[in-house]
């Protein structure tokens, strides 16, 4: 199951209804407001601090491990940017639609600029300190709790600036700045090959307590503002359908895997109660559990409805096939096989995927998924985005 590093991506990143009529109108509409020119104005949050694993990483992995090639980035950037997908992330266009740049990556010593925020999170990451070496399983070693010390020293570095420092936010911005949490798949999905699902999901209740506490901890050094994301259907996903086994009993009628998403399900669920608790804790912060699971759900049950063609199928690969995805021969690379070189390539027309690489989102799915989180429609408690900011 596993990559040699540095090509190795460790697997990412209550059933719900699908999307009514209206709702998927209202996604539409929003989708068509979201880029950097129609929040121009000011917005109640000056910074947004993110951490979590490759499904929010703007290059912070890259940085560290120098390697990303063609042709990630080639829709939104034209060259590799640090980010698993051919452009932007939902977290790329959560900052746009607050009026703010894309999120420099804390590990980036060029050219990053932390004025109105920073990004903590790392492709394969984990909310539990790992237990391997990126080199040998390419687990990153920047776990959710290594990410929170960074901004305990980026926060006394802004502190001890006094605000003089041209790079960094003023030193009011940590209680009014939004905190984004995304992270925990690559815990659940990381062993599923070895383990099985009973087993890894007796190992969840510790995922949710560490980001919990991170919660808590962020919560004594001045943040009040959170977002912290679910977990998406992993079983749908075209990488774990063709490496993980199941039996084709296991498929539900979209083609995805019952029993693995029915433990994404069970982490969902623990993660949403734990909130719950913590926000009885601390009573002034906003804590928002932001419901990705069933928007994802959904484009993968439904991805015509959205303006996708394929749902089903990997944009970038090698192999051809059901999910054209060879976990041998991943995005981007390129080895001999049958004595001929063979390369996994990206298709002309990523906006019309769900699936960028077989793992990762395509900027056109990310833009579906960040409309709905922006319209708060799957937020509890509601919280509307696109209302916190003046024109």
């Known amino acids: 199951m596993s990559r040699p590093f540095p090509y190795h991506i460790t697997k990412v990143s209550s059933h719900v209804n699908s999307l009514s009529t209206m709702k998927i109108i209202r996604l539409l509409l929003l989708v068509c407001c979201l880029c950097p020119a129609a929040r121009a104005g000011s917005c109640k949050f000056p910074a947004v601090f993110n951490f979590g694993d490759s499904n929010s990483d703007t290059g912070g992995f890259w940085a560290a491990f120098p390697a990303q090639q063609a042709p990630f980035g080639m829709t939104y950037f034209h060259r590799p940017a640090g980010r698993a997908s051919d452009g932007r992330l939902v977290i790329d266009f959560v900052v746009q639609a607050l009026g703010l740049p894309l999120l420099s990556p804390y590990l980036q010593s060029i050219g990053s600029d932390y004025r109105h925020g920073a990004n903590f999170a790392t492709l394969a990451s984990t909310a539990l300190l790992p237990k391997t070496s990126v080199f040998v399983t390419g687990t990153s070693p920047f776990s959710l709790g290594i990410q929170l010390n960074q901004m305990k020293e980026f926060r006394n570095r802004v502190i001890s600036s006094n605000g003089n420092n041209g790079q960094l ?183 019309n995927y769900l699936s960028w690489d077989g793992i990762h989102a395509t900027e056109a799915a990310n833009k579906i998924i960040a409309s709905a989180v922006i319209s708060g429609s799957y937020s509890y408690p509601a919280f509307n985005l696109s209302k916190l900011c003046s024109p």
């Open 169 to 351: 936010p003023p030193l009011d911005v940590f209680g009014n700045a939004l905190y984004t949490i995304d992270i925990g798949q690559n815990d659940f999905t990381s062993n599923l090959g070895s383990l099985g699902v009973e087993t890894v999901k007796q190992s969840l209740p510790s995922v949710v307590n560490q980001i919990s506490w991170t919660i808590q901890d962020l919560y004594n050094i001045g943040a009040r503002n959170f977002m912290v994301f679910n977990m998406a259907p992993i079983g749908c996903y075209l990488a774990f359908l063709t490496e993980l086994p199941h039996s084709s009993n296991d498929l539900d009628e979209f083609g995805c895997m019952k029993t693995y998403n029915s433990g994404v399900v069970y982490f969902n669920e623990l993660l949403n109660s734990s909130l719950a608790e913590v926000r009885k804790k601390l009573q002034d912060a906003s804590i928002v559990y932001v419901d990705k699971h069933s928007v994802t759900l959904d484009l993968f049950q439904h991805p015509n409805a959205h303006g996708l063609k394929y749902g089903n199928k990997a944009c970038c690969g090698y192999g051809g096939g059901a999910y054209n995805f060879n976990q041998d021969v991943y995005c981007g690379n390129s080895k001999v096989v049958n004595n001929q070189t063979v390369s996994a390539t990206a298709c002309g027309d990523p906006q």
